[in-house]
Antibody, heavy 120, light 110 residues
């Protein structure tokens, strides 16, 4: 069965960096686009970034462009989100999600989420 | 990248039908049939309920249906049940190859 497991969250000071990981299993990771989606405490879902199956295409929300970088290692079935220059409003639960069931159609599987808290 | 517009809350009695709207623009909802809907219970990850406007993934009840007209997509829940009480979000592909979510709708079963 499809499993997505995020890790790397925690408490970080404003201006610092953090890298999230998402370990994937149960499907052909190298054949799927992948997303990061976040949710601030008590707020709605916000799409963050997407990466194509081969890493050749990447797109970002305006709120994170220039600060966050999405990447993947298909040999390790792992998705990453490098977060730099973190701000208080980056606080929230970060989910990785698989693109599917067709290309660009939706997010058909989600991880359990990892909490990132940006605070001094 | 403005969020899609959803009503903050919708309520209904058990057995009734409710509809949640999701309004975007001609650059997202109106241009592509890549509108999807998600159900999220408190403290849980979202779950895909509808993709490509009106398709249901395997395992999702046929009480959930989706449609689209112009820049507005809709999710209808028929035969409302207590377990349907949750937050619902729409999402769309955009002309910038990014994605956008709606603000979310809290469904209450009276």
């Amino acid at each position: 069965q499809v499993q997505l497991v995020e890790s790397g969250g925690g408490v970080v000071q404003p201006g610092r960096s953090l890298r999230l990981s998402c370990a994937a299993s149960g499907f052909t990771f190298s054949g799927s686009g992948m997303h990061w989606v976040r949710q601030a405490p008590g707020k709605g879902l916000e799409w963050v970034a997407v990466i194509s199956y081969d890493g050749g295409s990447k797109y970002y929300a305006d709120s994170v462009k220039g600060r966050f970088a999405i990447s993947r290692d298909n040999s390790k079935n792992t998705l990453y989100l490098q977060m730099n220059s973190l701000r208080a409003d980056d606080t929230g639960v970060y989910y990785c999600a698989k693109d599917g069931p067709d290309i660009a159609s939706a997010y058909d599987y989600w991880g359990q989420g990892v909490l990132v808290t940006v605070s001094s | 990248q403005s969020a899609l517009t959803q009503p903050a809350s919708v309520s209904g009695s058990p057995g009734q039908s409710i509809t949640i709207s999701c309004t975007g623009t001609s650059s997202d909802v109106g241009r592509y049939n890549y509108v999807s809907w998600y159900q999220q219970h408190p403290g849980k990850a979202p779950k895909l309920m509808i993709y490509q406007v009106s398709n249901r993934p395997s395992g999702v009840s046929n009480r959930f249906s989706g449609s689209k007209s112009g820049n507005t997509a809709s999710l209808t829940i028929s035969g409302l049940q207590a377990e349907d009480e949750a937050d619902y979000y729409c999402s769309s592909y955009t002309s910038s190859s990014t994605r956008v979510f709606g603000g979310g709708t809290k469904v209450t079963v009276l």
